[in-house]
Every structure is written in C-alpha cells, then in structure tokens.
C-alpha cells in the first residue's frame, strides 16, 4: 500500500462533535440538538491530539460534526493548527456562524469553510433541515466572503431538494463560491432510517449527474465541481484500490478505519498520533477489514449500484 511509506497522515477528517443546532434528515452522522457524546474530548485532550497533529507536520485538517462551532474549544483548537501551519477545512450548516468567529478563522490557513444550501426556498430548505432558516444560510455565506474566506457550498441530493438543485448551483456562482461539493445520498446515520423518503430514483441521478457535467462546462473558471466519485460505493472501491492517508477521528477520539463500518483501530485518549497511524495502516491490510468492506458494497447496503450519466 502506498500508505505504507508515509510518516504520517496527510489529512485527518475530525469529527469534532455529535452536538448540533439542526436534526436534519439526512444526517450520516446522526446528529442532533443535545447529541452531544458523554465521553466526547474535553479542551486539554483536544489540545493533546491537535499538538500531535502539528508536531507530525500534518498538512491539512478538516473540522465536521455536528456543528463543530458549537463547542468552546473549537477556536482555541483550530488556532493552535493554523498558527502551526496546518491548512483547515470547515464544516458548517450556517445558522451560528458569527462574524467574530469568521475572522478568528480568517487569520488562519484555511482551504475552505463550507456551507450547506440544499435549497433555494424555505420549503424544499426547510424539509431537509427541520427548524433551520434557509435566510441564515444565505447571510453566514455572505458573511464567510466578507471575511475573505474561502466559501464552498455542500448539496445534499434528495428526492425533494433534487428540483431546486440547479437554481442551488446558480445561487452558490453568485456568492462566488469557489466550489459546489456534492455526490449521491450517503445510506448512513440518520438518512439509512429514512432512506425510504429521502432516497431519488436512478433516473434523477442520471438527470443530476447530466446537469452537473453542463454546469461544470458551463462555470469553468468560476467555479470548481466536487462530485467524484459519486456514489459512496465508488468511494469503497477505490478505498480498496489504495486506501487513503486519512486518519478519521471520531469525537470521543476513536479512530475508524473507514466511515462505512463501525469498528475503531485506535484511540487517542489513550494512544499517540503516531501509535494510530501505524494501527490504522495495519487495520488497511487486514483481510477481516477488506471483507467486511467487500460485504458492504456487494451486499447491498449502500442503495443503488454506481449511477452513471
């Protein structure tokens, strides 16, 4: 495995909290208002793990949730990596974020703050994210380029947000986003029990691919298209093919192997940085996890097969 002659992870994906402002349907990660863990990192553990990052000269972290700006210590965490070069990515629904922790982040190496729009009315908004203020979104957007932050939008597709999905990449054009990241619905978290109601059909995601392909061509230039691969089934497959340099640290410091299974090869309350790296390189080669991800994407437990346009 290539993985095997890196040092050290050259990413690591942090979900940084199960609390969330939101309860959306289709949440992979079963968030929601008081989701919060009872063992998740407190501020020094957070502290540990991020020092560790820094001092193995990991090039980039990204920040999810939950709402990772829900936690007090997010901004004490994320400075102590910008200051020592990390490059951060972020992950928001847009409904907290205020100016003063958006110049906080902009003093920082930050690749990207993303935001998620998964409409462009309050209705087909509001259906996915239940309580949340489609106005909200737009103006943290706003604020995220007033701040001279990198924006990028995230569309959820779902058989009710599908129809708005090219006014949704029109209006993300005109606020100069520099990226609209999407890709099939995950069967994970929150939308597997749901999966029925959300779920489009093969045909509108030949449709979605089609008009994501026209407006690549269309905004080339302007702005970047993320959608490859497109179903999470692609994603395994090419896990399998060359498993990344990304550590996934859960926020009660558990480390997954890949976000489709639920086991954890290590933890950082208990195991340093470098201890996790090596036991997740290992997990990689394992044939017990080669299966169970081969289970995963010939057992039908992620929705449709690949949809090509």
């Known amino acids: 495995m290539r993985i095997d002659s890196f040092g050290a992870p050259l990413m690591v994906s942090w979900q940084f909290t199960r609390e969330c402002d939101l309860a959306c349907l289709h949440c992979c990660t079963d968030s929601w208002p008081g989701g919060r863990l009872s063992d998740e990192l407190a501020a020094d553990e957070a502290r540990?793990?991020?020092?560790?990052?820094?001092?193995?000269?990991?090039?980039?972290?990204?920040?999810?949730?939950?709402?990772?700006?829900?936690?007090?210590?997010?901004?004490?965490?994320?400075?102590?990596?910008?200051?020592?070069?990390?490059?951060?990515?972020?992950?928001?629904?847009?409904?907290?974020?205020?100016?003063?922790?958006?110049?906080?982040?902009?003093?920082?190496?930050m690749r990207s703050l993303q935001v998620s729009l998964d409409g462009v009315t309050q209705e087909a908004y509001g259906r996915l994210r239940p309580a949340a203020s489609l106005q909200a979104a737009a103006d943290c957007c706003r604020r995220v380029r007033d701040a001279g932050l990198p924006l990028e939008i995230a569309f959820a597709p779902t058989r009710f947000s599908l129809g708005e999905a090219e006014a949704v990449i029109e209006r993300a054009a005109e606020l100069r986003a520099?990226?609209?990241?999407?890709?099939?619905?995950?069967?994970?978290?929150?939308?597997?029990?749901?999966?029925?109601?959300?779920?489009?059909?093969?045909?509108?995601?030949?449709?979605?691919?089609?008009?994501?392909?026209?407006?690549?061509?269309?905004?080339?230039?302007?702005?970047?298209?993320?959608?490859?691969?497109?179903?999470?089934?692609?994603?395994?497959?090419?896990?399998?093919?060359?498993?990344?340099?990304?550590?996934?640290?859960?926020?009660?410091?558990?480390?997954?192997?890949?976000?489709?299974?639920?086991?954890?090869?290590?933890?950082?309350?208990?195991?340093?940085?470098?201890?996790?790296?090596?036991?997740?390189?290992?997990?990689?080669?394992?044939?017990?996890v080669v299966s169970a991800l081969k289970t995963v994407i010939y057992g039908d437990l992620l929705g449709h097969d690949s949809v090509r346009a």
Not at 72 to 88: K, Q
């Open 48 to 109: 540990r793990v991020a020092e560790q990052i820094a001092s193995a000269e990991v090039p980039y972290v990204l920040f999810g949730g939950g709402e990772p700006a829900l936690v007090p210590h997010f901004l004490d965490t994320a400075e102590l990596l910008g200051h020592a070069g990390v490059y951060l990515k972020v992950e928001s629904n847009g409904q907290r974020l205020s100016k003063q922790t958006l110049a906080r982040l902009a003093r920082l190496p």
């Open 178 to 288: 520099f990226r609209f990241n999407t890709g099939a619905l995950m069967r994970l978290g929150r939308a597997a029990r749901l999966w029925d109601a959300l779920e489009p059909s093969l045909q509108d995601y030949r449709e979605f691919l089609r008009l994501l392909q026209r407006k690549e061509a269309e905004l080339a230039g302007r702005m970047e298209f993320c959608y490859r691969p497109f179903h999470l089934r692609e994603g395994v497959e090419e896990w399998l093919r060359e498993p990344p340099g990304t550590l996934s640290v859960q926020a009660d410091g558990k480390v997954r192997v890949s976000a489709v299974l639920a086991s954890s090869c290590a933890d950082l309350r208990k195991d340093s940085l470098a201890e996790a790296w090596d036991a997740y390189r290992a997990a990689c080669g394992s044939p017990d």
